[in-house]
């Protein structure tokens, strides 16, 4: 329970932006494997890459739903049958760090309960000039 005007407009602001990115990423991931998987071990610059290319991939199939199927002759892209047959690239790296003791290190730093304090405090003081103006908060 949200104590004060400060923390009351937080936690509103706070719960209505988690429902929305909660629903855009799982709509991604039911439409996407590659973002179901665990991607702990890949940099955030990789990562970035494959969620942006799986959002525009998502836009891309959103219009072509939305414009219909009428505009695209589909039997240019038709090889005959698949035989389920695919070549899957096992040369691939995901930029393991060598060091795990570097990773783990980063990890204690992003779980510090006092830097997550403080980085929630700052929001909170963010949103409120931001968005404290009114008596409905909207």
Known sequence: M?????????????EAIRKDVERAFGVLQARFAIIKNPALFWDKVKIGKIMRACIILHN??????????SLV????FQHGEDHGNSHVDFTYSTDIPSNITNMMDA?????????????????VEHIWRRFGHGDDNN
Not at 2 to 14: D, H
């Open 2 to 14: 949200p104590q004060g005007p400060k923390a009351v407009l937080f936690a509103q602001r706070q």
């Open 107 to 123: 990890r204690s730093r992003i779980r510090n309960r006092q830097m997550h304090q403080q980085l929630k405090d700052d929001l």
């Open 60 to 69: 891309m199939i959103v219009e072509d739903e939305r414009d219909g199927y």
């Open 73 to 76: 002759d589909v039997s240019e």
